[in-house]
């Protein structure tokens, strides 16, 4: 069974600051991996997607990479900003399969 | 941008009633789906539908869920009998294929069984 970890599982930093956030999976046989955004009480918000073919991607400050053999991801988040602080959860969907399997997420604070 | 709508964004219901969570995914997306987050914990995936049927489901979707296309744009999720521990966040969410090609979700509906 797909057990997704995320760590840190919360992370302040100051404005301007470049910070990774780690997400590393179980089973290797992925599909894709998708990062999501989520602030509190609301929806998710896909923010990049990596095939299981490709290595890593790219928006605006946000730059994803993807290791599928030794089972982990990161996200970069280039000079944060206050209005990044949301909590950010990563997921990856199995071959063949429609599900999703999410990691508990990362809770970030950008202080200004 | 196109949007997955979730009506009533926050529903409070007594033990033992039935509810209805209602979704309007996509209109030219093909595969819809339910999950949900219990506070403080991870998105559970709960079933997928395709093609007026369910493709997959958790252990979580027992005989007390279903799912409905009554027409050509909304997609629901009944739980006949709700208990206390039903009250969580339930995300609809659509994909134009399969979920290798990403998933757009809803703003969720929140769920408070008392």
């Known amino acids: 069974k797909q057990e997704v970890t995320q760590i840190p599982a919360a992370l302040s930093v100051p404005e301007g600051e470049n910070l990774v956030l780690n997400c590393s999976f179980t089973?290797?046989?992925?599909?894709?991996l998708q990062w999501f955004r989520q602030d509190p009480g609301k929806g998710l918000t896909s923010l990049l997607l990596?095939?299981?073919?490709?290595r890593e991607q790219t928006s605006g400050r946000l730059n994803a990479s993807l290791d599928k053999s030794s089972g982990r991801s990161t996200l970069y988040i280039a000079a944060s900003q206050p209005g990044d602080s949301a909590t950010y959860l990563c997921?990856?969907?199995?071959?063949?399969?429609?599900?999703?399997?999410f990691g508990k997420g990362t809770k970030l604070s950008v202080i200004p | 941008e196109p949007e997955v709508t979730q009506t009533p964004s926050h529903q409070v219901t007594q033990m033992g009633q039935e509810v209805i969570l209602r979704c309007v995914p996509i209109?030219?997306?093909?595969?819809f789906y339910w999950y949900r987050q219990i506070l403080g914990q991870k998105v559970e995936f709960l079933v997928s539908?395709?093609?007026?049927?369910?493709?997959?489901k958790s252990e979580i979707f027992d005989d007390q869920f279903s799912v409905e296309r009554p027409d050509g744009s909304n997609f629901t999720l009944k739980i006949r009998s709700t208990k206390l521990e039903d009250s969580a966040m339930y995300f609809c969410?659509?994909?134009?294929?399969?979920?290798?090609?990403?998933?757009?979700f809803g703003s969720g509906t929140r769920l408070t069984v008392v």
């Open positions: 969410a659509s994909s134009e294929k399969l979920a290798n090609y990403g998933y757009t």
């Open positions: 089973d290797s046989a992925i599909y894709n």
């Open positions: 990596i095939q299981s073919s490709q």
């Open positions: 997921a990856v969907s199995g071959a063949g399969s429609y599900q999703l399997t």
């Open positions: 209109s030219n997306h093909l595969y």
């Open positions: 539908f395709y093609n007026n049927e369910i493709s997959e």
